[in-house]
């Protein structure tokens, strides 16, 4: 839809004309010699005599110029403009953060996918790729942690950039050990730099902490006072042999941030907590009206300088042939 912005800018179309009947014609003074016997002389000669001071009077030229420059000059002003169809934009509603295990136990092979061996890390990459692609609206964040926890990505709407970063890491890159308590500190340190109110955290590791820094229990309780709330999600069976999962850690943290404990010791039972995941922090968009405008207001703005040049132009070479 066509409209003007400033449609109050037209009530100044006729402001030329108020100051051309209320003040005062400007006066041009030039140059005089006096010559004695001057009247006769130009009666000789046939010319007339022009007094020193005079009028100067534009042809109907110029004044339809001038008159189409101001025309132009207020439409520009009145910010001429095409208004699209009414959209809704999606406003970020809450801070997501991941922070997975990629300590050495990830790489365990014993998941089965189709009758092929995973790795626990490749499976888990897998599902938290979908994961992220549905979050759209939410401001995701990576943490990677083993022996020491890293920022892979720091709190972004750019979800495409976060799932390249996941697809790049691999098991090692943190370190051998497993340091949840860091982890649940660095994803702290994230959200202090984060305005959103909304704050959740998906903790998930296969492994115990290190007993490094600062406990994960002692840094849920700060979480907690940040308002944080913590999902934790325990990967492989923990009656197995060699497993070192710490199940009871791992609720405690839940419970004490208000959020839930989940086992996955499959890719089939982690897609399944995925979607419960999905079903207990739904998107939560904040919607608001978004009209694509096309500005005009520069198209009578170039007429109005072509014009005023060419107006110009037109004065300079009129006076050129006057002193002729």
Same mark, same amino acid.
């Given at each position: 839809?066509?409209? +003007?912005?400033?449609?109050?800018? +037209? ?7 108020? *100051? ?6 400007? %006066?041009?003074?030039? =140059? ?11 009666? *000789? ?11 100067? !009077?534009?042809?109907? &030229? ?8 101001? $025309? *132009?000059?207020? $439409? ?10 009414? =959209? ?15 300590? +050495? ?31 759209? @609206? ?19 709407? =750019? ?12 098991? @090692? ?17 994230? +959200? ?31 979480? !907690? ?45 982690? !897609? ?8 207990? =922090? ?12 096309? %500005?005009?207001?520069?198209?009578? &703005? ?8 060419? &107006? ?13």
């Amino acid at each position: 839809m066509f409209e +003007f912005a400033n449609q109050w800018a +037209f009530w100044l179309l006729p402001l030329p004309l108020l *100051a051309y009947w209320l003040l005062p014609p400007v %006066h041009w003074r030039a =140059e005089a010699l006096m010559v004695p016997f001057i009247k006769q002389a130009a009666e *000789a000669t046939g010319d007339k005599l022009r007094k020193r001071a005079w009028i100067s !009077k534009r042809n109907l &030229l110029q004044w339809i110029m001038l008159l189409l420059v101001w $025309i *132009a000059f207020i $439409i520009a002003f009145a910010r001429p403009q095409i208004v699209g169809k009414p =959209e809704m934009k999606v406003k970020t509603a809450r801070s997501f953060v991941i922070a997975a295990d990629i300590s +050495f136990s990830m790489a365990n092979r014993d998941w089965v996918v189709e009758g092929e061996r995973y790795t626990r890390w490749e499976g888990v990459k897998q599902v938290l790729g979908d994961f992220i692609k549905t979050r759209d @609206g939410d401001r995701l964040a990576l943490i990677f942690f083993g022996t020491n926890a890293y920022v892979q990505t720091p709190l972004t709407t =750019e979800l495409g950039v976060v799932s390249w970063f996941l697809d790049e890491t691999d098991v @090692g890159m943190a370190g051998q050990m497993t340091s949840v308590g860091k982890a649940i500190g660095m994803s702290m340190n994230l +959200f202090e730099q984060d305005t959103i109110e909304n704050k959740v955290m998906l903790l998930l590791t296969d492994g115990q902490d290190g007993g490094k820094g600062i406990t994960p229990i002692d840094a849920a309780y700060l979480a !907690k006072s940040d308002s944080i709330k913590i999902y934790t999600l325990g990967i492989g069976d923990p009656t197995a042999s060699g497993s070192d999962l710490d199940e009871v850690t791992l609720k405690k943290i839940s419970q004490i941030t208000g959020g839930k404990y989940f086992q996955a010791m499959d890719q089939k039972q982690l !897609k399944q907590v995925s979607t419960e995941l999905d079903a207990l =922090e739904p998107m939560e968009f904040e919607e608001e009206d978004y009209k694509p405008i096309t %500005h005009l207001y520069f198209y009578p &703005l170039i007429i109005a300088i072509m014009l005023s040049f060419l &107006l110009l132009a037109i004065r300079i070479v009129s006076s050129l042939f006057k002193r002729e």
